[in-house]
Structures are given as C-alpha cells and as structure tokens.
C-alpha cells in the first residue's frame, strides 16, 4: 500500500518554527559572539572608572538623585580623581557676591574664575591677558559699565584695546537685545566679568562637570564660535590638510597626553589647540590665544602685533616640530605678501567711499544705505576670511569665500558709488 501522505497542515508549520527558532539561535550566538569582542575591544581602553560611585559626601549623595548626569560627569574627570569636591567650586561664605543659600550652606550656581585660581593661577593670569578676556566682553558692551578695577584690567592688556572698527556694535543696535543675548552675547561671554570682579567663563571650552582635555583639544570647542562667514576658522581648518589628517585619523591620537609634554608621537597633525595653546615643539602651554599671534587679522587694515616678533618664534617652534624651517620661512613670507594684498584691496574699498562722504551723499548714520552693507562685507566678510585662509591653509574659503568675493564688491562699490556720484 503505497500511502502518499497528504500534506499536514499541522506538520509544515512546526517544521517553519522549528526552522525559524533555529535562525534565531544562530543569530542571537553571534551576536553574544560579536558583544563579546567588542566590550574585550572596549576594556582594552583605558576607562575611568566613576572616583564618586560610593562616595558618602552629602553635595554627591543627594545630587545623585536630583542630577545624576552632573555626578555621573564629574565622578569620571581627572580632578575628581585628584579629590576635588564640588565645594571646591561651588561653597562659598554667605557674603559672597552671588551666593545663594543652599541646603544649609552657600553656593555659586556659576563657579567664576576666582575659584578656579585658586588651584590654577598660571591658567587664570594668562586668560586675563588674553582678547578672550575683558576685549571680548568690551567689542559688545562696551568698557563704560566696567568698574574702575576692571577698567584698569583692561587698559593693562597689552594687545586688547586694539580695535579700530566697532562698526558691529551698531548692527547690535539695529538687532536690539532680545536677539543679541543669543547672539553676539553667547559668543562673547566668554570674557564677561562675574559679581565677584573676576573675569571669564573657563566652561566655554572647558565643558562642565568633565573639564576632559580631550573635549577641549579637539577642534570642535573652538566651532562654538570660530565660524560663520566672519571668523570660518573652524571651516577653513576642516579643509586644510591638517584638519584631514584629523578627521582621517585623530580617533588614534593620545588626546589625554599630559599638558607640556606633546610630541608628534601624540598629535602627528595640529588641531586648533596644538597651534594656539598646547605645549608643543619648543613652546610651552599657553591660556592667552594671542601669544603666538603676529598680525591683527581681524582688522579691516591689518598690523603687526606689538612684541610680534617673540610671538611669531613661538608660533614657528610649533610648526618646526613637523616642518622643515625653511618650509615655514617660506610660507610666513608668503602669507605677509597675501596679508598686505587684502589690505591694498581694503584701502581700494575705503578710497571708492571717501568722495561720497566728502560731498555728503551718505547719512552720518551707519547701516542705513545698501553701499555701507556692501563696503562693510567686503572687510568684515571676505578680506578676513581670504586672509584667515591663506594663514590656517583653507584654499577654497581664501579663493571663493574670500579674494573672490573682495573683488567682486570692489566692482560693486564703484558701479554703487558711480551712481551716487553722477544723480
Ligand atoms: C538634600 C539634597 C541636596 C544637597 C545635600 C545638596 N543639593 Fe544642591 N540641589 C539640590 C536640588 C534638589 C537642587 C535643584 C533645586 C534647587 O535649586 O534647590 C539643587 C541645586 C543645586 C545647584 C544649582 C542651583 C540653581 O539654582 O541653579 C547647585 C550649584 C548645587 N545644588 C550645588 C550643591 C553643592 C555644592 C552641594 C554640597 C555643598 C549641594 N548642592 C548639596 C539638592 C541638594
Ligand atoms: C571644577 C569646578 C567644579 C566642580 C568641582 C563642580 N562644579 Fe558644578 N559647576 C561648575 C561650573 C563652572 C558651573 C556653571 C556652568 C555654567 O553655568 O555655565 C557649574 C554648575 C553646576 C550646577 C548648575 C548648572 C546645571 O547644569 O544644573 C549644578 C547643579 C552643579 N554645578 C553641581 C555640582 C555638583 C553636585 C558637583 C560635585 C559632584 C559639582 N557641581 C562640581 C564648576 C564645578
Ligand atoms: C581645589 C583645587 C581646584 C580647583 C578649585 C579647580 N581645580 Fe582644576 N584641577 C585641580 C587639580 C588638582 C587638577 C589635576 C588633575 C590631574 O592632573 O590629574 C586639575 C585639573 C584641571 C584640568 C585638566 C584636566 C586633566 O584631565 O588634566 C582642567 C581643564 C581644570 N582643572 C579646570 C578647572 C576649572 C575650569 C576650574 C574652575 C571652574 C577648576 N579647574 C578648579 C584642582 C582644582
Ligand atoms: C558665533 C560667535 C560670535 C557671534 C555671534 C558674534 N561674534 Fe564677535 N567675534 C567672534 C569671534 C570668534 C571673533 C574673533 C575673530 C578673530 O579674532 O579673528 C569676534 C570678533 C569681534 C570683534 C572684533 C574684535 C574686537 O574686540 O574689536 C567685534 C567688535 C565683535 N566681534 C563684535 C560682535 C558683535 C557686536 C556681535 C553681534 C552683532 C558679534 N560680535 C557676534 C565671535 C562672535
Ligand atoms: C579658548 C579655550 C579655553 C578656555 C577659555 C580655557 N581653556 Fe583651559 N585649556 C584649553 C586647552 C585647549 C587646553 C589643553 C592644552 C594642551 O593641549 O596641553 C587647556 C588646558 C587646561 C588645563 C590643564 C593645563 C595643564 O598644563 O595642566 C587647566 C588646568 C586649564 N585649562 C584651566 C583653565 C581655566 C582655569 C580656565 C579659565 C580661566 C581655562 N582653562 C579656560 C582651552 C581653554
Ligand atoms: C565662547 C566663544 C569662544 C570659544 C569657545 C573660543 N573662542 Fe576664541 N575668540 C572668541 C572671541 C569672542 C574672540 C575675539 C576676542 C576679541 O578680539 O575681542 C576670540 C579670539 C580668539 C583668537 C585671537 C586672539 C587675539 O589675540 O586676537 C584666537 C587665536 C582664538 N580665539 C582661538 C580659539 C581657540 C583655538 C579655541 C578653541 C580651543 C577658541 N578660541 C574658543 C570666542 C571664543
Ligand atoms: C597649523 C597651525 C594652526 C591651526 C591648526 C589653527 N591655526 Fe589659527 N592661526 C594660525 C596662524 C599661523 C595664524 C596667523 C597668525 C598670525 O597673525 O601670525 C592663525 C590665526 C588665527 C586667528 C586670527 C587671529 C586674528 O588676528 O584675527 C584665529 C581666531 C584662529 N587662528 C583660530 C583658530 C581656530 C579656531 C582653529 C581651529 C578651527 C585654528 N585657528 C587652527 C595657526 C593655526
Ligand atoms: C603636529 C605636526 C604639524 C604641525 C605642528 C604643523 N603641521 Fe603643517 N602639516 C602637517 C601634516 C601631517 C601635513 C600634511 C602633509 C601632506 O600633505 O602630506 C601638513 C601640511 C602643511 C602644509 C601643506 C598644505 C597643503 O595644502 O599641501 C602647510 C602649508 C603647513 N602644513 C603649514 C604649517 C604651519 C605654518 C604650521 C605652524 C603654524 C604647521 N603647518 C604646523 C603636520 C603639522
């Protein structure tokens, strides 16, 4: 009796289970397989552990319930581990300018500077000497509401009241502060003056509660700020050949090599940092952005600095850790001949306007008529950024974003001022 079974209904699907349940077992066995090696790959890195997990301390106990985030950070940065207590910072006695009463003490909500001196001084005195101090604060402001001390401060800071176009002050008029708290406030803050009379916000690149180098030394803390079509320095260097070397490969770079220590063995390529602040090559870490520096490039008619000439020896000891001097010598002389360039074509944009001005065919407000929008960009925008390009190597931003457009509002002004001229 040859018996052909008819199909079971009942039998196929058990055989579909029982096959799906075997795709899923060997599924799940390589994933365990795949987890396995990879937390193997993530021990093999150095991790620090959280210093606070059992820690009794009463700011850290009760914070671990209301901000577990800001316990979580801080429980794995390098001064937690050198046993720096959130009091360290934050307590401070009642009469404290800014203290606010808190669980039967007195803390600062925005630690300032002068705590952070007390552990850092060195740090603290280069940053009060730099344009990321009290400059920064006064291009907005202005220096009228500082306090005798801190006017004083400022007037002492070799490099910081150089500043001869504050020509955007009065587009901060025009946009009222509703909009620049947002704006030119967020960026410049940075050198804004605390209750206590310090000066500064070291968390603007020091990002609470981690205070990590590595956050710091990377190239996007600086692009809070240092971008858009005024200042693209963080465009220009993600062109260059340096920024590629470290969006290539900065993932093996040692970026929590000790400060001062730096070779070409951690960092094969700068970042932002590498050039303006690390210790590195023959020059040692620096808080004051301006040291290094041998031009007022943000200016419509660039300068040299005063003291340029120990500035530029610093900055080229960077660049020689990796370059050839003469490679250096070269490019320097070069990016002089481009810096002086702009400023002829800025002086072009400045004679287009005088007669105008002279036979009074502008208003003596700024801002008002489309030709001072025009000569406005024309330094501000494009003469910068052609001269930030040549100098952190962006060909693009000092070609097409830059020399470029000068030219281009050069032909602009005369066609504006022409007409103008012959109404
Ligand atoms: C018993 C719980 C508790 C203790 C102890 C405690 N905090 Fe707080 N803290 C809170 C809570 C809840 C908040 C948020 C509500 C508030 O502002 O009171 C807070 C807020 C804060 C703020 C922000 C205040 C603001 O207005 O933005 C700071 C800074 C702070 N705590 C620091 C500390 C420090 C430093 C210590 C140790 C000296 C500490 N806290 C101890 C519970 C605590
Ligand atoms: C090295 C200094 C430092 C230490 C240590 C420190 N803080 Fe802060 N903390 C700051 C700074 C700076 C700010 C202000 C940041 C800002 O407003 O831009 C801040 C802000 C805060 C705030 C209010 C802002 C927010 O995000 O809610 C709380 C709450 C706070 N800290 C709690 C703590 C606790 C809890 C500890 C200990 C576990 C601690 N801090 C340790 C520097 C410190
Ligand atoms: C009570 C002393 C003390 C105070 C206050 C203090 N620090 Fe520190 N800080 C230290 C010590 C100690 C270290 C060294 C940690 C190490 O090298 O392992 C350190 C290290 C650092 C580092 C380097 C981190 C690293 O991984 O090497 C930064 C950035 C920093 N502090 C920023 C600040 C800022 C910003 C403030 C103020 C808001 C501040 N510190 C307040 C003692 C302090
Ligand atoms: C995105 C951040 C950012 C914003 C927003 C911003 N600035 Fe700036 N500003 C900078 C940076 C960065 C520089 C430095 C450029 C350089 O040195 O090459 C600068 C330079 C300046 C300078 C020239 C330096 C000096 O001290 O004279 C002035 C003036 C100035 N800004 C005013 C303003 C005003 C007014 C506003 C708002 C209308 C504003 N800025 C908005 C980041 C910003
Ligand atoms: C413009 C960004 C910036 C600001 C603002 C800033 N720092 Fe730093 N800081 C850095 C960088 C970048 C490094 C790493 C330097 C290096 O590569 O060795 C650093 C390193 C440090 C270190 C470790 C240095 C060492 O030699 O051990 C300390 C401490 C420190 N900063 C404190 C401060 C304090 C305090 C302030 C505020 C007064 C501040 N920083 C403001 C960028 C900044
Ligand atoms: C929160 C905003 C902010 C951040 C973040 C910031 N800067 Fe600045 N920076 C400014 C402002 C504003 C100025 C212009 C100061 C002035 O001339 O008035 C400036 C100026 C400078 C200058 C020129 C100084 C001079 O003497 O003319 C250098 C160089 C510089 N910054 C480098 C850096 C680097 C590198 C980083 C990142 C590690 C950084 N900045 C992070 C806001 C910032
Ligand atoms: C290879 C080194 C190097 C790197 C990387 C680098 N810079 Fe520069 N930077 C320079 C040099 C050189 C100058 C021109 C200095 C001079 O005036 O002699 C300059 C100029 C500047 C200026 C103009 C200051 C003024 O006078 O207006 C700012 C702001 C600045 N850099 C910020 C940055 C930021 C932000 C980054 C990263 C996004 C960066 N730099 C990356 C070397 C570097
Ligand atoms: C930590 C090492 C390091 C430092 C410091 C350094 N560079 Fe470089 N630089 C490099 C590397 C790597 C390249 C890519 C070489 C290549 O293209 O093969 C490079 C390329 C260049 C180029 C060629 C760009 C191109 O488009 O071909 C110039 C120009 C340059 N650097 C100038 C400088 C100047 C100026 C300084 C100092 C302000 C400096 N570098 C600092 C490592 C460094």
């Known amino acids: 009796m040859t018996e052909t079974t008819p199909p079971n209904p009942i039998r196929s699907a058990r055989l579909l289970i029982a096959g799906l349940v075997a795709v899923i077992v060997v599924l799940a066995l390589a994933l365990i397989v795949l987890t396995v090696q990879r937390s193997a790959e993530v021990s093999a890195r150095p991790e620090r552990v959280n210093v606070l997990a059992d820690s009794q301390d009463e700011c850290v106990a009760c914070h671990r319930q209301s901000t577990p985030g800001i316990v ?7 001064m937690a581990a050198a046993k720096v207590t959130c009091q360290d910072c934050h307590v401070v006695a009642a009469s404290y300018p800014g203290a606010v009463a808190h669980e039967g003490t007195h803390v600062l909500n925005q630690p300032t500077t002068a705590m952070c001196e007390r552990c850092h001084a ?45 020509a955007r002050n009065i587009i901060a008029q025009l946009e009222g502060p509703e909009i620049t708290r947002f704006a030119c406030e967020n960026c410049h803050n940075i050198g804004k003056p605390a209750a206590d009379g310090s000066v500064g916000q070291c968390q603007k690149c020091h990002s609470r509660h981690e205070f990590s180098l590595e956050q710091a030394r990377k190239p996007e803390t600086c ?9 693209p320095q963080w465009e220009i260097y993600f062109e260059s050949k ?40 023959g020059t040692g870490t620096t808080h004051d952005a301006g040291d290094r520096l041998t031009w007022y490039l943000f200016a419509p008619l660039s300068e040299r600095r005063p003291a340029w000439q120990d500035n530029q020896v610093r900055m080229q000891s960077v660049c020689s850790a990796c370059h050839n001097q003469n490679f250096v010598d070269t490019y320097y002389t070069m990016a002089d001949g481009a810096t002086e360039a702009v400023n002829a074509f800025i002086v072009q944009s400045n004679d287009i306007l005088q007669p105008l001005r002279d036979q009074q065919l502008l208003t003596d407000q700024l801002f008002d008529e489309p030709i001072e929008f025009t000569h406005y960009e024309t330094w501000h925008h494009y003469g910068r950024t052609a001269k930030f390009g040549v100098w952190m190597q962006g060909a693009d931003y000092t070609q097409w974003h830059g020399a470029y457009e000068v030219v281009k509002g050069l032909a602009e002004l005369r066609h504006l001022a022409d007409e103008l001229l012959t109404r």
């Open 122 to 166: 060195a740090e603290v005195a280069q940053f009060n000497q730099s344009r990321h101090a009290l400059p920064s604060y006064v291009a907005v402001a202005g220096s009228q509401e500082l306090t005798p001390e801190l006017l004083a401060a400022y007037q002492a800071i070799p490099e910081g009241q150089f500043a001869p176009d504050k």
């Open 242 to 281: 340096h920024g590629i070397a470290y969006a290539t490969g900065g993932e093996n770079w040692n970026w929590e090599a000790e400060p001062g220590t730096l070779t070409v063995q951690d960092f094969p390529a700068p970042t932002c940092a590498t050039c303006h602040f690390s210790g590195f090559g």
């Open 72 to 78: 979580e950070q801080y429980g794995h940065s390098s």
């Open 223 to 231: 692009n809070n700020c240092h971008i858009g079509p005024d200042h």
